[in-house]
């Protein structure tokens, strides 16, 4: 079964607006990451956290391993920010990274 | 410029045949792997090497073998191609393997087998 849950599959904001996803996890996660696929479909690093919150500009994401999910918010969406996001967490000890199926960020004029 | 090099970019090809995907990474990390994407799947892990030594091995078949002939590159060879083998294959690495290191990812091969 999917190890990770990622919710909305899509989401469209407004400019100016913010929102959240999430990743839900079936076990205890040690580490989880956020990505963004760009234009050219590359995988860029957003977030790595292996607890607590982190902050970059308008994003800031949040993992808690006990309760089993992480959130990546974004504030004052900006239309640069569409795009496809993905989760992923670390249970094992070599990087075994479990994805999302990615949610598809639209934002809007 | 792209840290992590994947060739080709694009990749067709027969059912039995084999292809050999390209990988090579200069960040100057220890730890590589393989991810591959099927259409409306989420990203699968396929392998993590740690210092050119198989660490982590999720692929059931073994016509999926990585090379790694220098400690920045990891290659994937893929033998008797099915069309269920049709995906995009990324290549990723990180500083050092373990799961406590951010993973960086190429821009991956998509491969169509027909």
């Known amino acids: 079964g999917d190890q990770v849950e990622q919710s909305p599959s899509a989401l469209s904001l407004h400019e100016g607006t913010g929102s959240a996803l999430r990743c839900n996890f079936t076990?205890?996660?040690?580490?989880v990451q956020w990505f963004r696929k760009n234009s050219r479909g590359s995988l860029i690093n957003l977030f790595y956290l292996a607890s607590g919150t982190k902050e970059n500009g308008r994003l800031k994401s949040a993992f808690d391993s006990k309760e089993r999910y992480s959130t990546l918010h974004i504030r004052d969406a900006q239309l640069e920010d569409s795009g496809t996001y993905f989760c992923a967490a670390a249970l094992t000890g070599y990087q075994n990274f479990y994805f999302g199926k990615g949610t598809s960020l639209t934002v809007i004029p | 410029d792209p840290k992590i090099i994947q060739k080709p970019k694009y990749l067709v090809a027969v059912t039995g045949s084999e292809k050999i995907l390209i990988c090579e990474q200069y960040l100057g990390h220890n730890a590589m792997y393989w991810y591959r994407q099927s259409a409306k799947k989420p990203l699968e892990f396929m392998f993590s090497?740690?210092?050119?030594?198989?660490?982590d091995n999720q692929t059931a078949s073994s016509r999926f073998q990585p090379q790694s002939s220098k400690k920045n590159h990891l290659d994937l060879q893929i033998t008797a191609l099915k069309p269920d083998d049709s995906a995009t294959y990324f290549c990723?690495?990180?500083?050092?393997?373990?799961?406590?290191?951010?993973?960086?990812f190429g821009a991956g091969t998509r491969l169509s087998v027909l």
């Open positions: 090497y740690s210092y050119q030594k198989l660490m």
């Open positions: 990723a690495s990180s500083q050092e393997g373990g799961g406590q290191n951010t993973l960086y």
């Open positions: 076990t205890t996660m040690r580490a």
